[in-house]
């Protein structure tokens, strides 16, 4: 079993910016890739950003390419999201979910197994 924590979301104007975190603990968080998805109300959850077990791969929804960031730290088995450059349509509850292989790009939340229990971020406009 892995255990997931997000934190950082909140409320921020349009055009500002978050950093969320992703706490891992349970397994060797270096085996897992790790993905971020959010979920707006009475909308599906789609895929934000996947990164690899070592880092070195990322990838994100064209929607978000450009303005956010995925980047790990094994040695503190946290996984963030840097998010900049927030618009309206960002406002989402956020998950970050762990896989034991890294799928790239694809959207498919049933790829991952483990699951946290979401931040709300809320853009303004």
């Known amino acids: 079993q892995v255990q997931l924590v997000e934190s950082g979301g909140g409320l921020v104007q349009a055009g500002g910016s978050l950093r969320l975190s992703c706490a891992a603990s349970?397994?060797?968080?270096?085996?897992?890739?790790m993905g971020w998805f959010r979920q707006a109300p009475g909308k599906e959850r789609e895929f934000v950003a996947a990164?690899?077990?070592?880092?070195?791969?990322?990838a994100y929804a064209d929607s978000v390419k450009g303005r956010f960031t995925i980047s790990r730290d094994n040695a503190q088995n946290t996984v963030y999201l840097q998010m900049n450059s927030l618009k309206p349509e960002d406002t989402a509850v956020y998950y970050c979910?762990?896989?034991?292989?890294?799928?790239?790009?694809?959207?498919?939340?049933?790829?991952?197994?483990?699951w946290g229990q979401g931040t709300q971020v809320t853009v303004s406009s």
């Open positions: 979910a762990a896989s034991v292989n890294y799928y790239g790009s694809r959207p498919d939340p049933g790829l991952y197994s483990y």
């Open positions: 990164i690899s077990r070592s880092g070195r791969s990322t």
């Open positions: 349970g397994r060797t968080f270096s085996n897992y890739a």
